[in-house]
């Protein structure tokens, strides 16, 4: 408050100010005061959110009485009206947001029932209506609150904290069971009795099946190359065995075997059968053999709907079985003619090729399935001739019982 004085002239003699001050305030002289009810020294309460003088209570006039005398002096304040003490009343905006003043602090918040009690270092309250339930987003004059700041100012006063399926914050009471707010805790109820398990069970109920080792990712498995195993190359022997002799009639030329014994096949030694092995982590997507493709949907059928190869020699490979569980692929080959063998050669190889293409395009080195044909050779048997009479001629066909074999002879007279 500020008192004004104002004087219309002053004089320059020491007679004057001696008059002056022996005589009343002339009607020169102004005298303004504020008309204001309070002392200059009282302090103004000032509201927290608007930063405008409050009104306290025991300030305000009552109703049937009339306002104080401006001149009058202002009434020293009641120990008990503390105007800034009074807790101001923040709701909550679309959005779910919150506005407050810049100077508010968060650092003391509690929860009373609904609400949220944001306590400032001056013992105000501001009470933000319905926040407790879907915390809101503080803004603190144009600053945002960063949601780990809040939750950890919320953490840091005592208050529990639960997350919604929707990312939403619910605030709990300040760590008592007792709170306004509520609490999250719930007390564990008893399971009742135990009772004896073990003794409803055999012993032999309690054993279990090895685990199943399934690969769960089989992406993340690192690529790999299939290979084939069990073929023998010729140098070893070949992988299985075929004999001329047991050529039929039928073929051309009757093998030795079947000479030897008539009847449907009754050597059966122009077949033979056999194995081999693949081996492919990442699935089969072909197997080719001899320049033909096997798909896999057809390798795994084989065995009700066998596949014929024809072989370099032009006989027959039949691939008639696949056993997916151990990657065994089963054979027959069938020798349909005799074959020129070199001069003192009884065998030569029929020789194809086997490669592998897995699930993911990688292919095996190539491998050599060799079948060995073995040559038939004719065969001469003694011969018996009886004389009839003395001195009578005798005549023997000595190629009767003699067998040419698949590959037929020259007879001549020697």
């Known amino acids: 408050m500020t008192t004004n004085i104002e004087f219309d002239a002053v004089s320059n003699s020491w007679d004057e100010h001696t008059s002056a001050g022996e005589n009343p305030i002339s009607t020169g002289v102004q005298v303004a005061q504020a008309t204001t009810g309070q002392a200059a020294s009282e302090p103004v309460p000032v509201d927290v959110g608007s930063g405008a003088p409050a009104q306290g209570a025991a300030n305000a006039p009552a109703a049937n009485q009339p306002a104080a005398d401006a001149k009058a002096p202002a009434p020293a304040p009641a120990a008990n009206a503390a105007a800034g003490n009074t807790p101001h009343e923040y709701h909550v905006e679309a959005g779910n947001v919150v506005k407050l003043p810049a100077s508010v602090s968060i650092d003391n918040i509690k929860v009373d029932g609904h609400d949220l009690v944001l306590t400032q270092p001056d013992g105000s309250q501001i009470v933000i209506k319905d926040a407790a339930l879907n915390v809101p987003t503080f803004i603190l ?3 945002e609150v960063p949601r780990v700041a809040l939750i950890a100012a919320l953490e840091a006063s005592h208050v529990d904290v639960a997350f919604g399926a929707d990312g939403s914050i619910s605030a709990g009471g300040n760590g008592s069971p007792g709170s306004a707010g509520g609490n999250f ?31 769960l990712f089989p992406g993340l498995l690192p690529d790999s190359t299939p290979t084939i195993l069990d073929l023998t190359p010729s140098t070893s022997g070949g992988d299985t065995t075929v004999n001329e002799k047991g050529l039929p009639e039928s073929s051309g030329s009757e093998g030795a075997g079947e000479v030897a014994a008539p009847g449907s096949d009754g050597d059966p030694s122009e077949h033979n059968t056999g194995t081999f092995t693949i081996n492919s982590p990442d699935g089969i997507g072909s197997v080719t053999i001899n320049n033909q493709v096997i ?16 072989t370099p020699f032009g006989n027959t490979l039949t691939i008639n079985g696949y056993d997916a569980a151990t990657g065994q692929v089963s054979y027959t080959y069938t020798l349909l003619h005799s074959e020129q063998h070199p001069a003192g050669d009884a065998s030569i190889f029929d020789n194809m090729t086997v490669t592998v293409t897995d699930g993911d395009g990688d292919v095996s080195l190539p491998g050599t399935l060799s079948v060995e044909i073995i040559d038939d050779v004719p065969t001469a048997h003694d011969d018996v001739a009886a004389q009839a009479a003395e001195n009578a001629p005798v005549t023997v066909n000595v190629f009767a019982n003699d067998v040419p ?8 007279d020697p």
């Open 141 to 143: 004059g144009d600053v």
């Open 185 to 215: 805790e719930h007390p564990a109820g008893g399971i009742g009795d135990g009772f004896g398990l073990t003794s409803l069970l055999p012993p032999t109920d309690l054993a279990f099946g090895q685990p199943d080792h399934r690969e």
């Open 295 to 310: 798909s896999a949907a057809a390798l795994a059928n084989s065995a009700s709907t066998p596949i014929p190869i024809t």
């Open 405 to 412: 074999g698949a590959d037929g002879v020259n007879i001549a």
